[in-house]
């Protein structure tokens, strides 16, 4: 059966640290890749996503994913968090019109 | 930039109770889904819909749960008797016909609190 796995439930880092959150991936074939946000009282807000192409890609924020087929990972990086990206993080796939299926997030705590 | 709006942003109700939450999807999409989230637990598809038809439903997308596009802007997840485990925080996303389909936007949720 088709399933995402985020192995860490909750990562603190310090403000300026890089940041990155793990994301593996049960599934048939290469599925569609995506990370969402979601800040206290807020929506499911999209960062980014993979479909083909380039293997490292870009999203809003300031956030990065690399999809890496061999280890069938999509791991969630940034440079330098700032105290704001302290938030749940979810990793999700599909395949082409199917639903998404989300992992079980990743709470991000920001020190200062 | 255009978002997708859900009301009431929290809903309380008692067990037994019909319960319709409502959503307005980003104007020009047309592929709506609502999922749920139990508290502590994942995102959990229920059903999309697609042309005034259901594409694709979850098991737990059962005969208490009902969707509807009752007009050209709404897109609405009614209970029909509620239970406990029903509980949860319920998102409503949409996404495009063409260009970005398989890309999803969500609002903000409607908590769900059945006593």
């Known amino acids: 059966a088709q399933s995402v796995t985020q192995p860490d439930i909750h990562i603190t880092v310090s403000e300026g640290a890089s940041l990155e959150l793990r994301c593996n991936y049960s599934?048939?074939?290469?599925?569609?890749l995506f990370w969402y946000v979601q800040s206290p009282g807020q929506g499911l807000q999209l960062l980014l996503k993979?479909?083909?192409?380039?293997?490292l890609v870009q999203g809003i924020k300031g956030f990065e994913a690399e999809f890496k087929r061999s280890q069938s990972s999509f791991n969630l990086r940034k440079p330098s968090v700032h105290w704001s990206d302290a938030a749940e993080y979810f990793c999700?796939?599909?395949?082409?019109?199917?639903?998404?299926?989300f992992g079980k997030g990743t709470t991000l705590s920001v020190s200062s | 930039e255009p978002e997708v709006t859900q009301t009431p942003s929290h809903q309380v109700t008692q067990m037994g109770q019909e319960v319709i939450l409502r959503c307005v999807p980003i104007?020009?999409?047309?592929?709506f889904y609502w999922y749920r989230q139990i508290l502590g637990q994942k995102v959990e598809f229920l059903v999309s819909?697609?042309?005034?038809?259901?594409?694709?439903k979850s098991e737990i997308f059962d005969d208490q749960f009902s969707v509807e596009r009752p007009d050209g802007s709404n897109f609405t997840l009614k209970i029909r008797s509620t239970k406990l485990e029903d509980s949860a925080m319920y998102f409503c996303?949409?996404?495009?016909?063409?260009?970005?389909?398989?890309?999803?936007?969500f609002g903000p949720g409607t908590r769900l609190t059945v006593l």
């Open positions: 996303a949409s996404s495009p016909t063409s260009g970005d389909s398989d890309t999803q936007y």
């Open positions: 599934y048939g074939a290469t599925p569609y």
């Open positions: 993979y479909f083909s192409g380039d293997t």
């Open positions: 999700a796939v599909k395949q082409a019109g199917t639903a998404l299926i």
């Open positions: 104007s020009n999409h047309l592929y």
């Open positions: 819909f697609y042309n005034n038809e259901i594409s694709e």
